[in-house]
């Protein structure tokens, strides 16, 4: 596929993959250069504090030295106390972060960031041998306009989609399709267990967050069996990108480069992982991965910003056709308990064969922003009793207490980012207003898309269930597990 103006727009992108300033609403944003990345090691600051170890290879996050004042120590305090993670014994030979990247909201000097991979964004757009794919996460459509200073909670799915295609993106699609999917597996799923009376090893936990699936296998590995095996949306998406996308649009997989754009940093270690590259492996080319690059909310800004694409002004576009829409159930997904309650919605139909009453579409029990909920869920042939995590050190007592029997769950939904995916590691930075007003607002917008939704439940999305027709068969299905399911 030819790209118009492609002289130009290669010169620009060009100039974006080695650019190290970020200009937004009229002032220069500084941020760490790219050059010079370095690890830390944990050195004793004036007053007794410590920055941060952050490996070199670490796949998500990086520390630039030079940016670091390491008597501040704010990043030590955060991932210590409020992530749990600094301080706790790992099994040798792993690294003690789970990149979450909520250390790089601490950081006020602005040392700790996001590995930045927006450059090879920029470099396979401008290559005319590439069809760039996009897959944008509910989370962001909310939080990008606050890095052109609108309001946060401002839905810019639109001017997203259009500032893309103006960027040269050959195809934008919406994760919230494969979120609808992920529920349609991990609904049947839950169900299975339930039937299966694996009630004797309770709850099923979830799986889509990459850093509470990381933090359960550092500490908790004993709970790894109770994880759903459903792939996380960005990576169902992947697989279906390089398989059944392709094959309809007639595009030659391997000249595909699909980008995700998602709020989280743990995304760029989980595209890496073994198990990934499902559809290479369906094409006998394993090296061929699902996702090829994971970028953040901010990186997103920095690649339109530094390619010189006005997002203010950018006119709103749709969704490609295929792949490109999803029901209210998987926009809520970037919200905390939003996954626990898209998956009771599904679960409610596939138990009962008829949709769910109406307070289904409106779960109090499971929203809000405590960091521990409970509800006790009447699904009609029978009743559930689920939790909802958001912030991974409160997981902890959770599981502690699961361990002990002091609780009993049939489903645990954990994010491991304050609010869930709304509060990602890789969001924009609060600026003005408090970070839980920020989130709340977020999380209001997201409410708010879905409540104006025709389609609320996955399984009623027709291309859900033209996906199922056409190639997946059914969830739990042969070509289902292979490609949509992996084994934590």
Not at 437 to 456: F, M, N, P
Request: hydrophobic share 40%; proline share 6%; aromatic share 6%.
């Amino acid at each position: 596929m030819k790209k118009e103006n492609q002289s130009t727009r290669r010169e620009f992108l060009k100039a974006a993959a080695f650019g190290a300033g970020l200009l937004i609403g009229g002032e220069q944003i500084a941020f760490a250069q790219r050059r010079g990345v370095d690890a830390g090691q944990g050195r004793q600051g004036r007053q007794g504090r410590r920055a941060l170890s952050i490996a070199s290879d670490n796949p998500s996050i990086q520390l630039q030295r030079s940016l670091c004042r390491r008597e501040c120590g704010r990043c030590v305090e955060l991932c210590r106390d409020t992530t749990t993670v600094y301080g706790q014994s790992v099994p040798p030979g792993e690294d003690a972060c789970v990149y979450c990247g909520q250390c790089t909201f601490s950081c006020r000097y602005n040392a700790i960031t996001e590995k930045y991979h927006y450059p090879a964004t920029a470099r396979a757009i401008a290559d005319p041998d590439k069809i760039v794919i996009a897959s944008t996460a509910p989370a962001i459509r909310v939080a990008l306009g606050e890095m052109y200073r609108l309001a946060p909670g401002t839905n810019v799915e639109g001017k997203i989609v259009g500032a893309l295609k103006k960027l040269g993106v050959d195809h934008v699609i919406d994760t919230t399709f494969a979120a609808d999917l992920t529920i349609m597996e991990e609904a049947s799923e839950l169900l299975q267990r339930l039937e299966k009376n694996d009630a004797k090893n309770p709850p099923m936990f979830t799986s889509c967050c990459p850093a509470w699936v990381r933090f359960a296998r550092l500490f908790y590995p004993g709970v790894l069996p109770n994880l759903s095996t459903a792939k996380s949306p960005v990576m169902m998406q992947g697989a279906l990108v390089k398989t059944w996308f392709a094959q309809k649009t007639g595009i030659n997989p391997e000249k595909i480069v699909h980008v995700a754009l998602t709020p989280c940093t743990a995304k760029k270690a989980e595209i890496l992982l073994p198990g990934m590259n499902a559809a290479g492996v369906s094409h006998g080319k394993p090296g061929m991965r699902d996702v090829d690059i994971a970028l953040t909310c901010r990186e997103l800004a920095h690649l339109l910003n530094e390619s010189k694409v006005d997002f203010a002004r950018s006119q709103d576009a749709p969704y490609n056709s295929l792949m490109g829409a999803g029901s209210g159930a998987g926009m809520i997904f970037g919200n905390t308990g939003g996954v626990a309650e898209a998956a009771l919605r599904t679960a409610y139909k596939l138990l009962n064969g008829k949709n769910p009453p109406a307070e289904f579409l409106d779960l109090q029990p499971v929203r809000g922003m405590d960091s521990v909920r409970q509800a006790s869920v009447d699904l009609g042939k029978r009743r559930l009793s689920v939790a909802v995590v958001h912030g991974i050190g409160k997981a902890r007592p959770v599981i502690e207490s699961i361990r002990g029997g002091a609780r009993k769950f049939d489903f645990v939904e954990v994010m491991a980012c304050p609010g869930g995916c709304i509060g990602g590691g890789g969001q924009p930075p609060n600026s003005g207003m408090s970070a839980a007003r920020v989130k709340q607002l977020r999380l209001d917008a997201l409410y708010k898309r879905d409540a104006g939704q025709e389609i609320r439940l996955s399984c009623d999305n027709p291309q859900i269930k033209a996906i199922y027709g056409e190639f997946l068969d059914k969830p739990l299905g042969e070509r289902s597990k292979r490609l949509l399911h992996i084994a934590i």
